[in-house]
């Protein structure tokens, strides 16, 4: 192999491209299913002689049935693996839409998104270790956030299928449901068999993080030569300590006890490397064969490199060659004494790093305390976005707007039109991400769009509260009061776009470490899904009660005002960040 051949690590290969597709086809599923209740609600209503209470309850089962699967999802993504998870979400996908495609009842369309909430809650956690696991440290923002780009995308989807059944007819032409719903529903199992079919048939790997956290360091190995389309082990290796790959893979390994039962350690590549003399002869002689495949211009280019990279993970490979003994190998990997490895100081403090496996509760408690400022402020977040509206406002568009004065037809149209400005937002948000100029900041972005929202909510306020005693049969609202119905919600969708949308997930997988990034997510879903049920069960109900569109989104205002304050005095800019450091930039917080 010459040198020009070697790719950098921050590169993108055609083959990270693909894995980056397919994987983040779940995000489409998650925000087509979402969507597509906004546009199938009026049928539904129609053809099952839905209550208000009862349409809220077809809305908001699904986040109730997301809340159960994020219970489920992190612990089972961190156990099974990444690709597995994936897997087994999208036959529960294709089981869902399928169930409710072919409901005969009000019962059978809440069993239906029940399931299919329940998927989009473990997909979620699924998707986002998976695509922050084989993306390059460089790009790793804007990989992620190709999730929440994908979410867009399946709103926009919905929307625009249920414009093209849906907006041409007036209301007094409607059919009473027909079977438009049911093609609707049942699309989404098209999704999920395409992704299915994308992760076996296209050969996607396994995270390698999660391969090299359970000792399986040759299919890692493997995983990184295909994502990387690398010519040779010794620069896969490479690609491994450029990319932190071994950091991440030991936080993991020492996560889950549950999980290190069942982990099957490579004993060949351990045998291999035992061979090889100690731990520091393993590690220079991986680093110095790596080294020799790199391009570079002149000897002392290469030399800083080599030096720079080889302090930086000599730790990190001293540890791994350790926690394989650990983890339950009998053959000492390495030429020493025993009384030479009992003074190892590195074995000592991994062993004490590690519990005993009947003690789960005191690592979660263990790691709550060393991460409690982290935790406390992922769980404001996933209740923050949610109490937004924003989810409100996406389901229940069409309603929205018909109550604004909107004809049916001009009601699925600026509905469709909510779904092309979110996805467009969202792009240019993923491009300015990791950006190193004054786009790029995660925190100027959240707190811009959370002001955004605010303006958002605040104009639709004016627009419906001016009028004490609201009767919808004889609201007849000026053209200007229905333009700036449609302005306020697109200030609402566009403000989570740059905000919320793309940096929830985002800053839950920066604020923590590998070993509890599945669990973290995991809990940041459960409450995003618990409080987005509350959401969405209480908006017509709340309408009602006061006979005025305009209390929620008084009531969305107020909290996303504190909601401003809270993220300005309590989290810093996460970007390039390590989680230690984020944890001493929030240390130095007014908050905090």
């Known amino acids: 192999m010459t040198a020009s051949a070697r790719k950098p690590s921050h590169a993108l290969t055609p083959f990270a491209i693909k894995a980056v597709s397919i994987a983040s086809l779940g995000g489409i599923l998650f925000g087509y299913d979402l969507g597509v209740i906004s546009v199938a609600l009026p049928q539904l209503t129609t053809r099952f002689n839905l209550t208000s209470t009862q349409q809220e309850t077809v809305v908001s089962i699904l986040y109730v049935g997301g809340s159960l699967g994020a219970v489920a999802g992190g612990s089972l993504c961190d156990f099974a693996g990444r690709k597995l998870t994936i897997l087994l979400t999208d036959v529960m996908f294709i089981t869902g839409a399928l169930w409710l495609a072919t409901s005969q009842s009000y019962a059978g369309l809440l069993a239906g998104r029940l399931v299919v909430g329940f998927a989009v809650a473990v997909s979620g956690c699924a998707d986002v270790c998976y695509l922050h696991e084989i993306s390059p440290p460089g790009l790793r923002g804007a990989i992620v956030s190709c999730n929440e780009a994908c979410i867009s995308l399946g709103f926009l989807l919905a929307y625009g299928l249920g414009f093209c059944w849906n907006g041409a007819h007036d209301e007094e032409e409607d059919v009473d449901g027909g079977d438009s719903w049911r093609i609707l529903f049942g699309l989404s199992s098209v999704i999920a068999l395409v992704q299915l079919l994308g992760m076996t048939l296209g050969n996607m790997p396994e995270s390698p993080v999660w391969l090299l956290s359970r000792g399986l360091v040759s299919e890692a190995e493997t995983a990184v030569m295909n994502i990387y389309e690398c010519r040779s082990l010794k620069e896969a290796r490479v690609v491994m300590a ?351």
Not at 532 to 544: K, R, W
Not at 554 to 578: D, H, M, Q, R
């Open 242 to 592: 450029e990319c932190g790959m071994i950091h991440e893979a030991l936080d993991l390994s020492s996560v889950p006890p549950l999980a290190r039962r069942h982990s099957r350690p490579d004993g060949k590549r351990m045998r291999e490397l035992s061979r090889c003399g100690d731990v520091e002869t393993v590690m220079e002689n991986e680093l110095e064969d790596s080294f020799s495949c790199a391009p570079y211009t002149n000897m002392m280019e290469r030399d800083q490199d080599h030096e720079s990279v080889k302090n930086s993970n000599r730790e990190s490979l001293r540890t791994l060659v350790v926690d394989y003994n650990v983890m339950g190998n009998q053959t000492p990997l390495h030429n020493s004494s025993s009384s030479q490895s009992r003074k190892n100081p590195t074995t000592n403090v991994l062993q004490e790093q590690l519990p005993p496996e009947n003690s789960r509760t005191h690592i979660l408690f263990t790691e709550l305390r060393t991460y409690h400022r982290q935790a406390i402020s992922v769980t404001f977040l996933a209740a923050a976005q949610q109490f937004t509206g924003h989810a409100n406002v996406l389901n229940f568009a069409p309603e929205i707007f018909r109550q604004a004065g909107l004809t049916d037809s001009s009601a699925y149209a600026s509905t469709l039109g909510l779904g092309v400005v979110k996805f467009i937002v969202t792009c240019v948000v993923i491009y300015k991400i990791d950006g190193k100029d004054g786009g790029g900041g995660r925190r100027p972005l959240l707190l811009g769009g959370m002001s955004m929202i605010c303006v958002g909510l605040l104009l639709l306020c004016v627009m419906f509260g001016y009028s004490n005693n609201y009767d919808e049969n004889d609201y007849d609202p000026s053209l200007a009061a229905k333009a700036v119905s449609v302005v306020g919600t697109l200030g609402v969708v566009i403000g989570y776009a740059t905000s919320f949308g793309p940096l929830t997930w985002l800053l839950t997988s920066e604020m923590f470490p590998s070993e509890t990034r599945g669990r973290a997510l995991g809990m940041s879903t459960v409450i995003t899904y618990a409080c987005a049920a509350m959401v969405s069960y209480t908006f017509l109900s709340l309408q009602e009660t006061f006979q005025n569109p305009a209390m929620p989104f008084g009531v969305y205002l107020v909290l996303t005002l504190g909601a401003a304050v809270l993220v300005y005095f309590g989290i810093p800019e996460t970007n390039t960040k390590s989680p230690d450091d984020i944890q001493r930039c929030m240390a130095d917080m007014v908050l905090w």
